[in-house]
């Protein structure tokens, strides 16, 4: 039987719905406007791509949109007095910096400059801690979104299998760390594992986290697994651009019971995701009830 397709896409839709239906709550009970304030570094073009949809998505919210357009060469303390700045602004409840950044500034150090009550991408050292402690934190926003579609399309997650393949700080291990929240019985595979194809064949679900264009064939995928591609990958095929993900679609599709396309699955959720932890952050500032459904 084919796989359901689970529509990233329509799903994102609806969260940033809610978030706007809460945003404007906000605005009439409590006077109250979530700001996002997103710094970028230099003019990698997906970064500015993705840019421009996080400030026109939070406008589209009803959210304050901030944006920070720094030359490549900005230093280490020029990027470090805007984020200062932008934590002791009361009018802005989220900071991030657009990632990659260049090579001569230390990501760890700008990332953990941020004010983590701010922190809306969920990289900070304290978010990172609390997540792992299974504290309120700020979560980064892909998992969150993998969470949200895997939540909404299962009901519990407790008790199942599930194997993430990547480890980085970014998707890999937050991902890891919300399955184990939700009960699942987790396993990181990574570039080292040992018959990778086994581990993964063991998984009702798969997250696939690596970005290697197409890694996973569907002859890994246990019969009626759910398959969660991360992948964004840019390739090209018979003289044409495309973006593939880190599963090959077709035979995982074969096999799967529900899997996410790419483009139209994960990536979508990335960005409503960080527009609904800019409203928890903008609650949580003002000691107000988070919303629901749109957190950990
Ligand atoms: N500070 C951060 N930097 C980066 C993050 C992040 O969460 N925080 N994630 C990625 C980039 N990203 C958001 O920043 C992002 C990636 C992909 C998508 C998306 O909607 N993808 C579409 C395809 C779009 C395309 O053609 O490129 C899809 O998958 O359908 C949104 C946001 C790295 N940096």
């Known amino acids: 039987m084919a796989a359901d397709v689970i529509d990233g896409k329509a799903f994102a839709a609806k969260v940033r719905g809610q978030v706007a239906e809460h945003v404007a709550a906000l605005k009439e009970a409590h006077d109250l406007q979530p700001g996002l304030a997103v710094v970028l570094v230099g003019s990698d073009p997906a970064s500015e791509v993705y840019v421009r949809s996080k400030g026109k998505m939070t406008v589209e919210v009803g959210m304050k949109s901030v944006e920070h357009r720094l030359e490549a060469d900005t230093s280490e303390a020029d990027l470090l007095a805007v984020i200062d700045q932008l934590n002791n602004d009361p009018t802005i409840h989220g900071i991030l910096c657009q990632l990659p950044l260049p090579g001569h500034l230390d990501e760890d150090l700008v990332i953990n ?45 407790s008790g199942m299998d599930a194997v993430v393949i990547g480890r980085s700080n970014i998707v890999g291990k937050p991902m890891a760390n919300l399955l184990l929240g ?10 080292r594992t040992k018959d990778l194809a086994e581990v993964v064949g063991r998984a009702d679900i798969v997250v696939a986290a690596v970005g290697r264009p197409e890694m996973v064939p569907g002859d890994w995928i246990k019969e009626g697994a759910t398959v969660i591609d991360v992948g964004i990958n840019r390739i090209e095929r018979d003289g044409k651009k495309k973006l593939v993900g880190d599963v090959d679609y077709d035979s995982c599709a074969a096999r799967a019971g529900a899997i996410t396309p790419v483009p139209g699955g994960v990536g979508p959720m990335t960005i409503a995701c960080l527009l609904a932890n800019t409203l928890t952050a903008a609650c949580r500032a003002n000691n107000l009830p988070e919303p629901k459904g749109l957190t950990a």
Not at 132 to 145: E, H, I, N, S
Not at 182 to 191: K, L
């Open 113 to 157: 400059s941020i004010d983590p009550a701010k922190d809306v991408d969920g990289f900070h050292i304290s978010n990172v801690g609390l997540l792992g402690t299974g504290q309120k934190a700020m979560v980064p926003c892909t998992p969150l979104g993998c969470l949200m579609m895997l939540r909404d399309y299962h009901g519990s997650l």
């Open 182 to 191: 939700d009960s699942c019985t987790v396993t990181i595979a990574h570039s």
